[in-house]
């Protein structure tokens, strides 16, 4: 029962272009999302978050676009740099209070190709 | 400053085995947290603790416990290691109030 799904295992992207990367949930409770970054031997760090009060969030070359209806977020990543390939994890959470017992998908390997 | 701690970085273990993964933030943060990932899966939550003294079980408890006796420590505790308990474990901490989680850099736990 996999509440939070990224459907696509590896992406890969030249530099300069746009980075899309892809979130699907089930659980109608789930009311924040966040992105995580991971790198090889490094824990995840939090990279943006968005409520579902809103449909946009933006932060430098990052945005997240969350469609309540579709149940489906989105990250764009433009421009895409190489610093940028790492794993990307969606992860959602049903109330924004309190303990943040969050819900991973199973990440999308970025490649940003030179 | 630190942030969140975690050791050992690697270990292996025989089954049967007991072990403790340790946890330290030095963030004076409410909760924390410890998630363990499987190969090509997402992270899962084991145990969670919103204060000393006060811990709950996440989606995934069987087979580990954990206490908190101060705000700076949070252990995982495998009493007796299985084969399914392989993974890369993960403690995290998030203050109350600023709704991100922060990471360790994890520990590769293998059962063999």
């Known amino acids: 029962d996999q509440q939070v799904k990224q459907n696509s295992p590896s992406l890969s992207v030249q530099e300069g272009r746009i980075s899309i990367l892809n979130c699907d949930y089930t659980?109608?409770?789930?009311?924040?999302f966040l992105w995580y970054k991971k790198y090889p031997a490094e824990g995840p760090t939090f990279l943006i978050s968005?409520?579902?009060?809103?449909d946009k969030n933006e932060d430098g070359r990052f945005t997240v676009f969350l469609n309540k209806s579709a149940k489906h977020l989105s990250l764009h990543i433009v421009p895409s740099q190489p610093g940028d390939s790492a794993v990307y994890f969606c992860?959602?959470?049903?109330?924004?209070?309190?303990?943040?017992?969050?819900?991973f998908g199973q990440g999308t390997r970025l490649t940003i190709n030179p | 400053n630190a942030g969140v701690t975690q050791t050992p970085k690697f270990r292996i273990l025989k089954i049967g085995q007991s072990m403790t993964l340790q946890c330290a933030q030095d963030?004076?943060?409410?909760?924390m947290y410890w998630y363990r990932q499987d190969p090509g899966m997402g992270l899962k939550l084991i145990y969670y603790?919103?204060?000393?003294?006060?811990?709950d079980k996440g989606e995934v408890p069987n087979g580990y416990n954990v206490s908190r006796s101060t705000t700076e420590d949070f252990p995982l505790r495998l009493e007796l290691a299985a084969p399914s308990q392989t993974s890369v474990y993960f403690c995290?901490?998030?203050?109350?109030?600023?709704?991100?989680?922060?990471f360790g850099s994890g520990t590769q736990l293998s059962v063999l």
């Open positions: 995290a901490s998030m203050l109350a109030g600023v709704e991100k989680l922060f």
């Open positions: 659980n109608s409770m789930f009311d924040y």
């Open positions: 963030m004076n943060h409410n909760y």
């Open positions: 992860a959602a959470s049903a109330g924004i209070q309190g303990a943040q017992k969050l819900v």
């Open positions: 603790s919103v204060g000393a003294g006060i811990t």
């Open positions: 968005i409520s579902s009060i809103k």
